[in-house]
């Protein structure tokens, strides 16, 4: 089982990036996934969720009104909007999926996010 992360890169401060992440031999609709960060020598942080099923959303309140986590249930795939980005939200962002009715926890290997002038 695989989630694999892409969409990072190098942003200037106010701009936008949209990550995303693609799994295989799972369905994200069965699974609540989120996105973590983790900045150079701090600890991996909850970013945002997207829960099984409604599809109902939650974020850390220092995304809030700038990142949106959508999922596209015909591709399989789970989106972090990131907008208005701040140097702050540089870091390697993580997916992550997790279903206790499965008993199964999956993480992807990140994908990098800077922002700097």
């Known amino acids: 089982v695989q989630l694999v992360e892409s969409g990072g890169g190098l942003v200037q401060p106010g701009g936008s990036l949209r990550l995303s992440c693609a799994a295989s031999?799972?369905?994200?609709?069965?699974?609540?996934t989120s996105w973590y960060r983790q900045a150079p020598g701090k600890e991996r942080e909850f970013v945002a969720l997207?829960?099984?099923?409604?599809?109902?959303?939650d974020y850390t309140d220092s995304v809030k009104g700038r990142f949106t986590i959508s999922r596209d249930n015909v591709k399989n795939t789970v989106y972090l909007q990131m907008n208005s980005l701040k140097p702050e939200d540089a870091a390697v962002y993580f997916c992550?999926?997790?279903?206790?009715?499965?008993?199964?926890?999956?993480w992807g290997k990140g994908t990098l996010v800077t922002v700097s002038s």
């Open positions: 992550h999926a997790f279903s206790a009715l499965f008993g199964r926890d999956y």
């Open positions: 031999e799972f369905t994200f609709s069965n699974y609540d």
């Open positions: 997207i829960t099984k099923g409604r599809g109902n959303t």
